[in-house]
């Protein structure tokens, strides 16, 4: 089992930033490709950026909505991800999710199977 804990959102206004967290523990060994996800009200999922686990995996994916604006950075010493969220808008709103997979690259939300609480991100001003 792999155990997921996200912290850092809260309240920002339209061109803010923000960094999320998400710490990694338990069977980190058995995770291949892990993701920020974000939902808002009444919408699907939907994949922010995938990345391979290890280091040198592969490059990371970002949705094309937040690529330039938003970095997804590692701390493998810390098993601990952080999605670097710059420039931000109110369409970024949502509740934001980490999430860990045992397979390859995937922007599915499906194909997850570990997954943090949540943590909500409010952009309005």
């Known amino acids: 089992q792999v155990q997921l804990v996200e912290s850092g959102g809260g309240l920002v206004q339209p061109g803010d930033s923000l960094r999320l967290s998400c710490k990694a523990s338990?069977?980190?060994?058995?995770?291949?490709?892990m993701a920020w996800f974000r939902q808002a009200p009444g919408k699907e999922r939907e994949v922010v950026v995938a990345?391979?686990?290890?280091?040198?995996?592969?490059?990371?994916y970002f949705a094309d909505s937040v690529k330039d604006r938003f970095i997804s950075l590692r701390n493998y010493a810390k098993n601990t991800i952080y999605l670097q969220m710059n420039s931000l808008k109110p369409e970024d709103a949502a509740v934001y999710y980490c999430?860990?997979?045992?397979?390859?690259?995937?922007?599915?939300?499906?194909?997850?199977?570990?997954w943090g609480q949540g943590t909500q991100v409010t952009v309005s001003s």
């Open positions: 990345f391979p686990w290890t280091a040198g995996g592969g490059n990371a």
């Open positions: 338990g069977h980190t060994f058995s995770i291949n490709t």
């Open positions: 999430a860990a997979t045992s397979k390859s690259y995937s922007d599915d939300w499906r194909d997850y199977d570990y």
